[in-house]
Protein backbone atom coordinates (compact mmCIF):
# COMPACT_ATOMS: atom_id res chain seq x y z
CA UNK A 1 0.00 0.00 0.00
CA UNK A 2 1.20 3.59 -0.45
CA UNK A 3 2.06 5.08 2.94
CA UNK A 4 3.19 8.78 3.93
CA UNK A 5 7.00 9.01 2.83
CA UNK A 6 8.67 9.05 6.14
CA UNK A 7 12.20 10.33 6.48
CA UNK A 8 12.42 8.77 9.84
CA UNK A 9 15.85 9.60 11.52
CA UNK A 10 18.55 6.40 12.97
CA UNK A 11 17.35 7.71 16.43
CA UNK A 12 14.74 8.03 18.33
CA UNK A 13 14.24 9.03 21.80
CA UNK A 14 12.82 5.99 23.83
CA UNK A 15 9.47 7.78 26.17
CA UNK A 16 10.89 11.30 25.23
CA UNK A 17 14.73 11.83 26.68
CA UNK A 18 13.90 9.76 29.65
CA UNK A 19 17.47 8.72 30.77
CA UNK A 20 17.71 12.58 31.62
CA UNK A 21 13.74 13.51 32.45
CA UNK A 22 10.78 11.98 33.57
CA UNK A 23 9.85 9.44 31.16
CA UNK A 24 6.75 10.23 29.00
CA UNK A 25 6.72 13.86 30.46
CA UNK A 26 7.00 17.33 28.13
CA UNK A 27 10.64 17.78 29.96
CA UNK A 28 11.47 14.67 28.51
CA UNK A 29 10.29 15.82 24.94
CA UNK A 30 11.93 18.72 25.26
CA UNK A 31 15.31 16.99 26.62
CA UNK A 32 14.92 15.63 23.29
CA UNK A 33 14.83 18.20 21.14
CA UNK A 34 17.54 20.29 23.26
CA UNK A 35 19.48 17.31 22.71
CA UNK A 36 19.07 17.51 19.13
CA UNK A 37 16.82 14.75 18.33
CA UNK A 38 14.10 14.82 16.46
CA UNK A 39 11.77 12.33 16.30
CA UNK A 40 10.42 10.43 20.46
CA UNK A 41 8.69 7.49 21.10
CA UNK A 42 5.86 7.76 23.57
CA UNK A 43 3.01 5.70 25.02
CA UNK A 44 -1.00 6.91 24.93
CA UNK A 45 -3.73 5.50 26.82
CA UNK A 46 -6.85 6.65 28.89
CA UNK A 47 -7.63 7.93 32.02
CA UNK A 48 -10.70 6.21 33.69
CA UNK A 49 -12.48 8.89 32.65
CA UNK A 50 -11.42 8.91 28.76
CA UNK A 51 -9.14 11.38 28.80
CA UNK A 52 -5.72 10.50 26.22
CA UNK A 53 -2.38 11.32 28.61
CA UNK A 54 1.02 10.20 28.22
CA UNK A 55 1.84 7.49 30.37
CA UNK A 56 3.78 3.85 29.93
CA UNK A 57 2.20 1.62 33.46
CA UNK A 58 -1.22 0.59 34.34
CA UNK A 59 -0.24 1.59 37.64
CA UNK A 60 1.35 5.42 39.07
CA UNK A 61 3.18 4.13 41.56
CA UNK A 62 6.75 4.02 39.35
CA UNK A 63 6.37 7.14 37.67
CA UNK A 64 4.52 9.78 40.29
CA UNK A 65 3.68 10.51 43.73
CA UNK A 66 0.68 8.83 43.59
CA UNK A 67 -1.05 5.11 44.52
CA UNK A 68 -3.16 3.28 41.87
CA UNK A 69 -4.33 2.45 38.77
CA UNK A 70 -4.66 5.14 36.13
CA UNK A 71 -7.78 4.15 35.14
CA UNK A 72 -9.49 4.80 38.27
CA UNK A 73 -8.22 8.80 37.69
CA UNK A 74 -10.20 11.61 36.57
CA UNK A 75 -8.42 14.22 34.78
CA UNK A 76 -8.84 16.51 37.93
CA UNK A 77 -7.23 13.65 40.05
CA UNK A 78 -4.11 12.84 37.62
CA UNK A 79 -3.60 16.55 37.72
CA UNK A 80 -2.73 16.34 41.13
CA UNK A 81 -0.02 14.47 41.26
CA UNK A 82 3.90 15.10 40.72
CA UNK A 83 4.73 13.39 37.92
CA UNK A 84 8.53 14.60 38.05
CA UNK A 85 9.88 14.34 41.44
CA UNK A 86 10.47 10.64 41.18
CA UNK A 87 13.01 11.07 38.51
CA UNK A 88 14.57 13.68 40.26
CA UNK A 89 14.06 17.36 41.98
CA UNK A 90 14.87 19.12 39.06
CA UNK A 91 11.21 17.81 38.15
CA UNK A 92 9.79 18.62 40.87
CA UNK A 93 5.95 19.74 40.12
CA UNK A 94 5.86 18.04 36.74
CA UNK A 95 2.43 17.06 35.67
CA UNK A 96 1.33 14.17 33.41
CA UNK A 97 0.75 15.07 30.16
CA UNK A 98 -2.40 15.07 28.26
CA UNK A 99 -2.20 13.95 24.68
CA UNK A 100 -3.42 17.02 23.71
CA UNK A 101 -0.68 19.02 25.23
CA UNK A 102 1.73 16.90 24.25
CA UNK A 103 0.43 17.17 20.67
CA UNK A 104 0.77 20.65 20.80
CA UNK A 105 4.50 20.77 22.28
CA UNK A 106 5.32 18.25 19.33
CA UNK A 107 3.60 20.52 17.11
CA UNK A 108 5.47 24.05 18.20
CA UNK A 109 8.78 22.01 18.37
CA UNK A 110 8.25 20.49 14.72
CA UNK A 111 8.91 16.94 16.19
CA UNK A 112 8.05 13.84 14.77
CA UNK A 113 6.52 11.13 16.85
CA UNK A 114 6.12 7.21 17.12
CA UNK A 115 3.11 7.10 19.58
CA UNK A 116 2.16 4.10 21.12
CA UNK A 117 -0.80 2.83 21.58
CA UNK A 118 -0.51 1.21 24.94
CA UNK A 119 -3.38 -1.34 25.89
CA UNK A 120 -2.81 -2.68 29.33
CA UNK A 121 -4.83 -5.83 30.75
CA UNK A 122 -8.11 -4.87 30.99
CA UNK A 123 -8.14 -1.93 28.92
CA UNK A 124 -10.20 -1.58 26.09
CA UNK A 125 -8.04 -1.23 22.62
CA UNK A 126 -10.95 0.44 20.28
CA UNK A 127 -11.91 3.20 22.79
CA UNK A 128 -8.45 4.24 23.34
CA UNK A 129 -7.87 3.99 18.95
CA UNK A 130 -11.24 6.15 19.25
CA UNK A 131 -10.21 9.01 21.60
CA UNK A 132 -6.44 9.07 20.35
CA UNK A 133 -6.48 8.90 17.15
CA UNK A 134 -8.18 11.63 16.00
CA UNK A 135 -6.54 14.20 17.76
CA UNK A 136 -3.33 12.88 16.35
CA UNK A 137 -3.98 13.34 13.02
CA UNK A 138 -5.50 16.46 13.23
CA UNK A 139 -2.50 17.72 14.77
CA UNK A 140 0.48 16.16 12.77
CA UNK A 141 1.48 16.03 9.36
CA UNK A 142 1.28 12.30 8.30
CA UNK A 143 4.93 12.13 7.27
CA UNK A 144 5.74 13.29 11.56
CA UNK A 145 3.47 10.10 12.81
CA UNK A 146 3.65 6.56 13.32
CA UNK A 147 1.30 4.99 15.37
CA UNK A 148 2.50 1.51 17.12
CA UNK A 149 1.02 -1.44 19.15
CA UNK A 150 1.42 -4.61 20.04
CA UNK A 151 -2.59 -5.32 20.50
CA UNK A 152 -4.00 -6.37 16.89
CA UNK A 153 -7.30 -5.18 17.83
CA UNK A 154 -5.78 -1.05 18.37
CA UNK A 155 -4.14 -1.24 15.17
CA UNK A 156 -7.21 -2.89 12.93
CA UNK A 157 -9.11 -0.13 14.89
CA UNK A 158 -6.45 2.84 13.70
CA UNK A 159 -6.77 1.17 10.07
CA UNK A 160 -10.44 1.44 9.88
CA UNK A 161 -10.73 5.16 11.04
CA UNK A 162 -7.91 6.32 9.36
CA UNK A 163 -8.64 4.36 5.80
CA UNK A 164 -5.61 3.12 3.53
CA UNK A 165 -3.09 5.53 2.76
CA UNK A 166 -2.53 8.55 5.28
CA UNK A 167 -1.37 6.93 8.35
CA UNK A 168 1.73 4.62 9.33
CA UNK A 169 0.81 1.89 12.00
CA UNK A 170 3.44 -0.26 13.02
CA UNK A 171 3.51 -3.53 14.69
CA UNK A 172 5.43 -4.34 18.19
CA UNK A 173 6.82 -7.43 18.61
CA UNK A 174 9.09 -8.72 21.36
CA UNK A 175 11.00 -11.40 19.09
CA UNK A 176 9.73 -11.77 15.33
CA UNK A 177 7.73 -14.87 15.05
CA UNK A 178 7.75 -16.93 11.89
CA UNK A 179 4.27 -15.51 11.50
CA UNK A 180 4.69 -11.98 12.03
CA UNK A 181 3.28 -10.86 8.73
CA UNK A 182 -0.39 -12.45 10.08
CA UNK A 183 0.15 -9.00 12.48
CA UNK A 184 1.17 -6.70 9.87
CA UNK A 185 -0.31 -7.71 6.46
CA UNK A 186 -4.49 -7.09 7.71
CA UNK A 187 -3.38 -3.81 8.82
CA UNK A 188 -1.43 -2.74 5.61
CA UNK A 189 1.76 -2.26 8.11
CA UNK A 190 4.28 0.90 7.83
CA UNK A 191 6.40 -0.60 10.03
CA UNK A 192 7.55 -4.03 11.94
CA UNK A 193 9.14 -2.70 15.92
CA UNK A 194 10.97 -5.18 17.95
CA UNK A 195 13.41 -5.75 20.76
CA UNK A 196 16.32 -5.79 19.42
CA UNK A 197 18.08 -8.42 21.84
CA UNK A 198 15.65 -10.80 20.13
CA UNK A 199 16.16 -10.71 16.56
CA UNK A 200 17.42 -12.81 14.45
CA UNK A 201 18.94 -12.04 11.07
CA UNK A 202 16.90 -14.08 8.89
CA UNK A 203 13.89 -12.86 10.14
CA UNK A 204 15.01 -9.29 9.45
CA UNK A 205 16.36 -9.82 5.82
CA UNK A 206 12.15 -11.37 5.39
CA UNK A 207 10.47 -7.85 6.85
CA UNK A 208 12.97 -5.81 5.14
CA UNK A 209 12.69 -7.91 1.93
CA UNK A 210 8.54 -7.68 2.67
CA UNK A 211 8.93 -3.91 2.57
CA UNK A 212 8.33 -2.85 6.28
CA UNK A 213 10.76 -0.77 7.75
CA UNK A 214 12.13 -2.12 11.14
CA UNK A 215 12.24 -0.59 14.37
CA UNK A 216 14.36 -1.54 17.78
CA UNK A 217 13.62 -1.07 21.29
CA UNK A 218 14.92 -0.15 23.58
CA UNK A 219 18.90 -0.35 22.77
CA UNK A 220 21.00 1.63 25.29
CA UNK A 221 24.50 0.04 24.03
CA UNK A 222 26.09 1.22 20.89
CA UNK A 223 28.65 -1.90 20.09
CA UNK A 224 26.06 -4.36 21.41
CA UNK A 225 23.80 -3.14 18.66
CA UNK A 226 26.20 -2.55 16.02
CA UNK A 227 26.20 -5.52 14.08
CA UNK A 228 22.12 -4.67 13.69
CA UNK A 229 22.63 -1.75 11.31
CA UNK A 230 24.32 -3.76 8.41
CA UNK A 231 21.23 -6.25 8.58
CA UNK A 232 18.57 -3.46 7.72
CA UNK A 233 17.29 -1.91 10.99
CA UNK A 234 16.62 1.33 10.20
CA UNK A 235 16.35 3.15 13.76
CA UNK A 236 17.04 2.73 17.41
CA UNK A 237 14.68 3.92 19.70
CA UNK A 238 16.51 4.30 22.88
CA UNK A 239 16.52 6.12 26.46
CA UNK A 240 19.53 7.71 25.87
CA UNK A 241 20.43 8.15 21.76
CA UNK A 242 23.39 10.51 22.64
CA UNK A 243 25.45 7.14 23.21
CA UNK A 244 24.78 6.33 19.52
CA UNK A 245 25.96 9.30 18.26
CA UNK A 246 29.33 8.52 16.30
CA UNK A 247 28.48 5.13 16.55
CA UNK A 248 25.58 5.07 13.39
CA UNK A 249 26.55 3.59 10.09
CA UNK A 250 26.50 5.54 7.04
CA UNK A 251 23.94 7.48 5.99
O1 LIG B 1 7.59 1.24 21.34
C1 LIG B 1 8.75 0.60 21.73
C2 LIG B 1 8.75 0.28 23.19
O2 LIG B 1 8.40 1.43 23.90
C3 LIG B 1 7.81 -0.83 23.54
O3 LIG B 1 7.89 -1.21 24.87
O4 LIG B 1 7.24 -1.24 27.23
O5 LIG B 1 8.83 0.50 26.42
O6 LIG B 1 6.43 0.62 25.78
P1 LIG B 1 7.58 -0.29 26.13
MG1 LIG C 1 6.40 2.29 24.39
Not at 163 to 189: F, K, M, N, S
Request: charged share 25%; with cysteine; hydrophobic share 45%.
Amino acid sequence: MPHPDIPLPRLIAHRGLSAHAPENTLSAVRAAHAAGFTWVELDVQLLGDGTPVIWHDANIRRCSDGRGRLSDLDLAAARRLDAGSWFGDAFLGERMATLGEMLALLDELEMGVNLELKVNRGRDPRALVEAALPPVREALPPARCVVSSFNDTALARARALAGPETLALGVLYEAIGRDWRRHCEPVQAFSVHADWRRLKQSRVREVVEAGYRLLCYTANDPAAFAPRWQWGVEAVISDDPARFVGHLPDA
